[in-house]
């Protein structure tokens, strides 16, 4: 199989990342394909969101699954993996991931232990999502090192001035040196406040800024209290609050992701022939 795997970054806490997340993977699972979601972030909400309220009484999580293969100790096959009734696998954090970011400074091969680990499962799902953690640190290395794509949340009710710039130098940085497959699929608007035009105009701002180089996605995710409530259910917007516009959004979001990986294998099978 040919796996995607989607790095879902922004350095900004709180734009939307994990609820992207956890939303997009089941829209996936609802299209047909098999995912796993990867909590790289060691505040666990990812984790949380989907069910398991205390990460650090897990018996397994992402640090023990990087830990082994730092220190190249086997891992049993689905090792630590949860199922979530909603059909998504997830491969839990808690604040141990923590120390990982530590340890990896004076690891070999640090920026890749990460894309090791999702070697050993590549086979068994289409897509693989990370939850990446509000900061550009070895973690965040790690995710982009190991993916393919790159989703960018911004939250559309500040302009997103210096801190894309920064997100962007670090995308291409380890796109030239460790990881060329990566490519962004785009920029997300999350949070939307339709009463008002904001987000029309830093949609506008991005095309005009980005535009050339960066996709921003015809998608918005509506801002909606709804979605706010997901996290404390352990449910994913579709299971919650299926006619919900945030519900739509995400549905839509899936379709786009979709359609982008298969007009990329057109252009590659194109190249081929
Ligand atoms: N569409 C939405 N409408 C309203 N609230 C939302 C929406 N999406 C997410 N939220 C809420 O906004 C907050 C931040 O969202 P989320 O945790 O997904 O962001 P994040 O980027 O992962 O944050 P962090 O950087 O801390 O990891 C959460 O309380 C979440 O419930
Ligand atoms: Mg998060």
Redesign the pocket.
Known sequence: MNTQIIAIA?QK???????TCANLGIGLVQAGKKVLLIDG?P?G?LTISLGHPQPDKLPFTLSDAMGRILMDEPLRPGEGILHHPEGVDLMPADIQLSGMEVSLVNAMSRETILRQYLDTLKGQYSHILIDC??SLGMLTVNALAAANRVII?VQAEYLPAKGLEQLLQTINKVKRQINPKLQIDGILL??VDNRTNFAKEIAALLRETYGSKIKVFGTE?????R??EI?AEGKSIFAHDPNGK?AEGYKNLTQEVIKLEKQREKSRAGSIR
Do not use: L, R, Y
């Not at 995710?221 to 209290?225: R, W, Y």
């Open positions: 922004n806490g709180g734009v939307g990342k994990t609820t972030d505040q909400s953690q509000p949340p999350t949070m995710i509506p801002h909606s209290v979605a706010k996290s945030v």
